[in-house]
């Protein structure tokens, strides 16, 4: 898959993990401007026109002033497509998974593999966003889950941890981590974001 002429945009108000986190999507072929807030991004967007035939928005969900979520809502205000994958701290899961709800191509938690964000990148620029649900298809999925499968699943999505879920529900962390390999396989997902998007209804 050819990323030479791939245009991403990197916001993020932490430095060291700009900076870093542009030398590996550079490293992958990938042009990238980085931004320390929204706004920025957004004057430099309403002033240039895109020179590539391909674009991407890498986001922080939580950033001081604008967060990503309100950029992404501006830019759709702006009538400004860019597919969006969020980077965040597992504490802000539940803003991710939010931000997926509203059309968001990904989220990925920090800390990460460089491949793992050049990967969601590359996906979301040659691959179309799930357009239509398929609810019918995801609850067929979903029904072959056990009650307490269920259960581990709905406080995964919701970004508890083990010791968390084991706590709520009143079982052991090694339970909780049987009970979560089993829902993970039934329902072939391999991560978070994966289990999001069928919760989600796109199958």
């Given at each position: 898959?050819?990323?030479?002429n791939?245009?991403v ?22 042009d ?10 957004l ?6 026109s895109p020179t590539?035939?391909a674009?991407?928005?890498i986001s922080?969900v ?7 979520l ?19 701290a ?25 491949e ?15 357009a239509?649900?398929n609810?019918s298809?995801?609850e067929e ?9 269920r ?5 995964v999505?919701t ?5 968390t879920?084991a706590?709520?529900?009143?079982i052991s962390?090694k339970?909780?981590?049987?009970h979560r ?5 039934k329902l ?9 998007r069928l919760?989600l209804?796109y199958?």
């Amino acid at each position: 898959m050819n990323s030479g002429n791939v245009q991403v945009f990197l916001v993020d108000d932490n430095e060291p993990f700009r900076r870093s986190t542009a030398w590996l999507l550079e490293a992958a072929d990938l042009d990238v401007r980085d931004f320390p807030s929204g706004p920025g991004l957004l004057d430099t967007i309403a002033q240039e026109s895109p020179t590539t035939t391909a674009s991407c928005l890498i986001s922080d969900v939580r950033m001081p002033g604008m967060s990503g979520l309100e950029l992404m809502e501006e830019l759709r205000r702006r009538e400004v497509r860019l597919p969006i994958v969020f980077v965040t701290a597992h504490g802000d899961v539940p803003l991710a998974v939010e931000a997926m709800r509203r059309g968001a191509s990904n989220f990925i938690e920090k800390p990460f593999e460089g491949e793992t964000l050049v990967h969601a990148v590359r996906i979301a620029v040659h691959e179309p966003p799930p357009a239509s649900r398929n609810p019918s298809q995801c609850e067929e999925k979903l029904s072959r889950l056990t009650p307490r499968e269920r259960q581990v699943m709905d406080l995964v999505v919701t970004g508890k941890l083990n010791k968390t879920i084991a706590d709520a529900l009143d079982i052991s962390i090694k339970t909780v981590e049987l009970h979560r390999a089993n829902m993970m396989s039934k329902l072939g997902a391999r991560n978070v974001p994966q289990l999001v998007r069928l919760v989600l209804g796109y199958a």
